[in-house]
């Protein structure tokens, strides 16, 4: 392992480490285990709101979010959604048909950082790994929309 890799893998723990701080989890256990090869149990709505929605979409939403040059945040996905993570409190007049915000202390069961789509941990993975930023709630309306629009016009919906 080179000296970047290693400064670059440090970088990436101590993010980890500050975005698990953030749910008000322990880091401690939610560490433990990741190491162990499960997932760890993190709560919604203290750190981070959570918005749900079914895969195609939120998969469409991500490349609206991207073709828009938004800053995108932590996505996660499984065999049934994608959640997106976006600042506490930015989403709370969500009215958008076909998403929700995930309920303040509802579970979040989610896999290391490392585990980035295509790899997977119990069916679920990674879209865009943890990071220090979140996806603006705006922005995700937007997208969400945009989305919604083309899946629309795709005959998808």
């Known amino acids: 392992m080179t000296r970047d890799d290693q400064e670059q893998e440090a970088a990436a723990d101590a993010v980890a480490r500050d975005w698990i701080r953030e749910s008000g989890a322990s880091v401690s256990q939610t ?14 709505g203290q750190g981070w709101d959570v918005v749900r929605m079914d895969r195609p979409h939120g998969w469409r939403t991500v490349q609206a979010l991207r073709n828009a040059g938004a800053e995108i945040g932590p996505v996660l996905h499984n065999a049934d959604h994608v959640d997106v993570f976006v600042p506490a409190g930015s989403v709370e007049d969500w009215d958008q048909e076909g998403a929700r915000v995930v309920a303040a202390g509802a579970m979040l069961h989610v896999p290391p950082p490392a585990v980035v789509a295509p790899h ?10 943890p990071s220090a930023a979140h996806t603006d709630g705006t922005a995700l309306y937007e997208a969400f929309a945009t989305a919604s629009a083309s899946m629309a016009m ?4």
Do not use: F, Q
Request: without cysteine; proline residues 7%; aromatic residues 8%.
């Open 154 to 157: 795709d005959g998808r919906r």
């Open 31 to 44: 560490l433990a285990r990741w190491a162990e090869g499960r997932l760890a149990e993190l709560p919604a």
């Open 120 to 129: 997977t941990l119990n069916a679920r993975s990674w879209i865009v790994p």
